[in-house]
């Protein structure tokens, strides 16, 4: 088992920051990439950003250049910082982890970003 605890989400008017971060907890060790998702009202979850144990990075084309991930892997913390905010970025966001071998993945409980134009 992977605990989740997300902080950082927030109001914010468009072109300003915030900083995301995910702390897990558990069976840590067995962890293999960490991420970001958000969801929308009324869409699907997506995908914002992910990284592995080793740096390795991707991103959606929607935040690309604006969203920045990294990793801490001694604290087996995630983190997000978000410049230049869009509304278009307004939504949930979801930690998850995917673990090695089987691709059991947990996600967090969310964090709410609001973007005011």
């Known amino acids: 088992q992977v605990q989740l605890v997300e902080s950082g989400g927030g109001l914010v008017q468009a072109g300003g920051s915030l900083r995301l971060s995910c702390a897990a907890s558990g069976r840590t060790f067995r962890i293999n990439s960490m991420g970001w998702y958000r969801q929308a009202p009324g869409a699907q979850r997506e995908l914002v950003a992910t990284i592995t144990r080793s740096g390795s990075t991707y991103y959606a084309d929607s935040v690309k250049g604006r969203l920045t991930i990294s990793g801490d892997n001694a604290k087996n913390t995630v983190y997000l910082q978000m410049n230049s905010l869009k509304p278009e970025d307004t939504g949930v966001y979801y930690c998850?982890?995917?673990?090695?071998?089987?691709?059991?993945?947990?996600w967090g409980q969310g964090t709410q970003v609001t973007v005011s134009s």
């Open positions: 998850n982890v995917v673990l090695i071998g089987l691709g059991v993945q947990y």
